[in-house]
């Protein structure tokens, strides 16, 4: 049948950082190039992985920053279009 492909399985991790959020991060969304995360602090963080080996395997390029008041709700998610 069309419309049929193969699926990887990937068990390890290729990136991972916790440069960009200091505590838990409740939503991540690829957004073309860049991610979007939001951590339970008050944060939305626009950034992009950037694994060099001269800044370190974990090191990120933060684009943008949104910081917003009253997030009481832990685990709000959100959606990109």
Same mark, same amino acid.
């Given at each position: 049948?069309?419309?049929?492909?193969?699926?990887?399985?990937?068990?390890?991790?290729?990136? *991972?950082? *916790?440069?960009?959020?200091?505590?838990?991060?409740?939503?991540?969304?690829?957004?073309?190039?860049?991610?979007? *995360?939001?951590?339970?602090?008050?944060?939305?963080?626009?950034?992009?992985?950037?694994?060099?080996?001269? &800044?370190?395997?974990?090191? &990120?390029?933060?684009?943008?920053?949104?910081?917003?008041?009253? *997030?009481?709700?832990?685990?709000?998610?959100?959606?990109?279009?």
């Amino acid at each position: 049948p069309t419309g049929r492909f193969r699926s990887a399985i990937v068990q390890v991790p290729v990136y *991972s950082t *916790s440069r960009i959020h200091r505590n838990y991060v409740d939503c991540v969304r690829w957004y073309g190039d860049v991610i979007v *995360s939001k951590s339970t602090h008050n944060k939305l963080v626009l950034w992009k992985p950037a694994p060099c080996k001269a &800044a370190g395997h974990d090191a &990120a390029l933060v684009l943008a920053e949104l910081r917003y008041t009253a *997030s009481d709700i832990w685990f709000l998610r959100f959606a990109l279009d």
